[in-house]
């Protein structure tokens, strides 16, 4: 029996161990062929090429990122930085019922998170992040109720944060950071989560308040809320979260006064609240109490007082940076006793007194940013004691004398910028010395000297060096053309001289940005700079260079962005090479000698030798046509001649400026000038010979600010379509041959930000256009004009006195310029509403009435030239008594009587000012006049007792006398009587 009894025994093991061999193989086959499936719907899966049929019965033993248990399930996935791609829509979850940890971070995954996720019930590790995973958050994690990690960020992910994760009860870690979630934390999502330590939701659009309910994550070490839209005062209850070590706010709309409570949270490391713009008050001065801050940043432009010195109690502080929060007074010498200090950050304050030398003591010191402050003085010679220091930066400030010699000593130095500020003397020549330098800033000084030599030293590490706006002289060393390491050059504004090394063409591989602009320089340019294939700026204007345009800058068709030659002495043509720079945005070569055309003569269309479909006769084969990206172009103050090009203003949708001025081109402006879309904002032709109707088709610029067809030989009426550019600040049409009256628009708010109107020196006849005048709304009152051109330095030229005036603050300047035309009648009182006008011109015309005295309400006027119409009766008191600015004032040749005000301004304008007029008396004219009963004026009689009544008499008498004689004279000769009587005997 017991024999039997044992042989069942045993039997019955061999079948329990055969029947749980065959169910671990028939799960790990069931999961191995769920992957491979999976596998065969994704990219770049070289690196599971273990996964494989042949392979299947190995899956738990030498599949790459699977774990088994031991009963032979798999129960991890973990796939991490493998740069796989591809969705999950195709990964049956449901056949991995023991996975505890699924993870994907780091990889190039899409598509929705799918919901049958949420049969991962044994799921312990969720990690979907750094992928590109969009959609919803999946309602049904919720099912994951087990779920002790989860971290979705660094995806798409957008809506809202479901409510339904509060179920996930044992969750310690929770990140949605860095997405596009949107709405407000939902109130209840903490109220079950007791055991949570880490929650980030930073870079979301989240907004509203802190959730109360987070007074409940008594256990929460680490909270980051972020770059998200946030408002409302930080609850003062956050301070009872006793167990926080980190805490960040920043960058988001949180109102009110620092809670003082923030100082009960003593394992606090990380305090980061910079960039909430609507904080207010004062730091609190408790902060210097949390002794185990080791990282803090309050960075804000709304604080105010001086740098608490309870701070200097953080001595584990290694990061301190309380940039843009304009605290005033002295830096803290007890800074310096932070001795554990790694990155001191004060910039953008209003810090007063010197920078103090107690900071030499931050032996530990990595990055020192003090810039933008004015604590004037020198550099302190012992900032070279803090040999740890990689990035000093010291710009904006007000520190004067030399460069120490000190700095040398920073050989691990990788960054240092001194510039804007008042250091003068000569560059250092140690600086060469500091082998680690990469970046080396000193613009905006009075340095001078020459460039040192030494600098060519840091051929193998300097990547920028700008030297720009000081005194340097003499000429550009050729051996920079050794610092291979080179990628930014700027020199600009200094008296350097002699030609440009050709060794600079060297940099061939590295240099990206070369600025060598406003100096003397000379000569020609480099041809050998067109093998600078890096060369993405290259900026040479005013200089003397002469010669023409090298034709091998078009070597630099992948890369060359900016081409700044203005204001040297090259001549020649531009080379129609230059269309193959594909990514090029700015041709800036206007105040040269450049000739030629920049488009081909067009030709005659009964030619017999060219077909219809010629491009030479529609002009299409100008190298601008290809310049797809160009965004200004700038060719005015040149000697370019020919026909416009019918590409102008449509071969490029990015182009915002054409300045073609101060040339010689004809023939009309061609008439699909403006494309729909375009984005053409400045459009300059003023000064050359183009003639014709003005296009229509500038109606479809609709960002247009600036319209000056001046200066040609345009023919046609008044182009009242223009009325309806919205954004159009300046309209000069000047000297063309535009005729016709200016009728009444039918726009309901015509030119409504217009600050320039000059039609003067045309044939425009009838009335001054009333209806304009009385809807210039710029001109009337204040309205923020940031969008101003604030990339181009472009200019327009106003005249007074007969001489141009280049303007280049159009936000500021406002001007209604209706000269030489034949306009008659009245001038409107509504004219005196343009309350912001700076220049008036009414002048050669055939105005009549009188002036009237709403001018006095034109305040700020500088300039008002009513010459030569034919005006009457007396000059308005108000005009003397209100237009303090006026600076010309020119009245003349009118019929203009009576009395001349006196004012602070009108006593300073001379008799050319009211020349032309009989009638006017009174200073600065001869004729003198005083003021009698009844406001008669009159003359005051002279010595001999004459005066302006005996005048007339005589006058009177001796017209007909005169007349007589004169006939008797013609009639009969000359009768000796009266000669006798005339010249005696």
Known sequence: MTTTSQILSFVFHILLLFSL??????????????????????????????????NLDNICWNWTGITCNNAGAVYKIKLDNFSLAGTLESLDFISFPTLTLFSLHNNSFTGPIPYAIANLSQLIFLDLSLNHFDNLIPTKIEWLTKLQFLNFGGNNLNGIIPSQISYLQHLTYLCLSFNHLTGPI???????????????????????????????????????????????????????????????????????????????????????????????????????????????SLDSRVFHGNVSRTLCNLHSLKALSLNYMFLRGPIPQCLGNLTSLRDLSLSFNMGQGHIPETLCNLHSLKDLHLSFNSPGGMIPQCLGNITSLSDLSLTYNMLQGNIPRTICNLHSLENLDLSFNSLGGPIPQCLGNITSLRHLSLWSNVLQGNIS???????????????????????IPQCLGNITS?????????????????????????????????????????????????????????????????????????????????????????????????????????????QGMIAPTPTNRNDRNQTISSSLIYGKDAWLCNLSSLQLLDLSDNNLNGSLPLCLGSFSRELKVINLAKNHFWGPIPAGVCTEGNKLEYFNL?????????????????????????????????????????????????????????????????????????????????????YYIENFEAMQRVKNDSEILHYYDGSISLVWKAVEHEVVHFNICTALYLSNNYFHGEIPKSIGNLHLIRFLNLSHNQLTGSIPSSLGNLRILEVLDLSKNQLVGEIPEQLSKSLTFLAVLNLSYNHLSGRIPHGPQFDTFSNESYLGNAALCGFPLTLQCESRGGGQIVDVEDSNGFGWRSVVVGYCCGLPFGIVIGYLIFKYGKPRWLVRLVLGN
């Open 21 to 54: 061999s065959l169910e671990t193989s028939t799960s790990g086959t069931t999961e191995g062929r769920a992957l491979l499936k999976w596998k065969n719907t994704l990219l770049n899966t070289s690196v599971l090429h273990s996964w494989s049929i042949a």
């Open 686 to 770: 003023n000064g050359n010979q183009l003639e014709g109707p003005s296009p229509r088709g500038l109606t479809n610029c609709r960002y247009l600010k600036f319209l000056l067809l001046g200066n040609n030989k345009f023919r046609d009426t008044f182009p009242y379509w223009l009325d309806t550019l919205s954004d159009l600040r300046v309209l000069v049409l000047r000297s063309n041959q535009f005729y016709g009256e200016i009728c009444t628009s039918n726009t309901t708010h015509p030119f409504p930000k217009l600050h320039i109107f000059d039609i003067s020196d045309n044939e425009f006849t009838g009335h001054l256009p009333r």
């Open 486 to 594: 080179i990628r930014y050059l700027s020199l600009r504004s200094n008296i350097l001289q002699g030609n440009i090394p050709r060794t600079l063409c060297n940099l061939q591989s590295s240099l990206e940005w070369l600025d060598l602009s406003n100096n003397s320089l000379g000569g020609p340019i480099p041809n050998c700079l067109g093998n600078l294939t890096s060369l993405r700026d290259l900026s040479l204007w005013s200089n003397m260079l002469q010669g023409n345009i090298p034709r091998t800058l078009c070597n630099l068709q992948h890369s060359l962005e900016w081409l700044v030659l203005s204001n040297n002495s090259l001549d020649g043509q531009i080379p129609h090479c230059l269309g193959k720079l594909k990514m090029l945005k700015t041709i800036l070569v206007f105040k040269n000698h450049l």
């Open 186 to 296: 939902p109130e209840s999502i903490f109220s079950n989560l007791t055991k949570l330590q880490a929650f980030n939701c930073e870079h979301n659009r989240l907004h509203g308040p802190i959730p109360t309910s987070l007074i409940k994550l008594s256990k929460l070490k680490k909270l980051d809320l972020s770059r998200n839209h946030f408002y409302g005062p930080i609850p003062p209850t956050i301070g009872n979260l006793s167990s926080l070590v980190f805490l960040g706010l920043s960058i988001n709309m949180f109102q009110g006064t620092i809670p003082e409570t923030l100082c009960n949270l003593h394992s606090l490391a990380t305090l980061y609240l910079f960039h909430n713009n609507n904080f207010s008050g004062i730091i609190p001065q408790c902060l210097g109490n949390i002794t185990s801050l080791r990282h803090l």
């Open 453 to 475: 030599w030494t600098l060519c030293h840091l051929q193998h590490s300097l990547e920028s060096l700008d030297l720009s706006d000081n005194s340097l002289g003499g000429p």
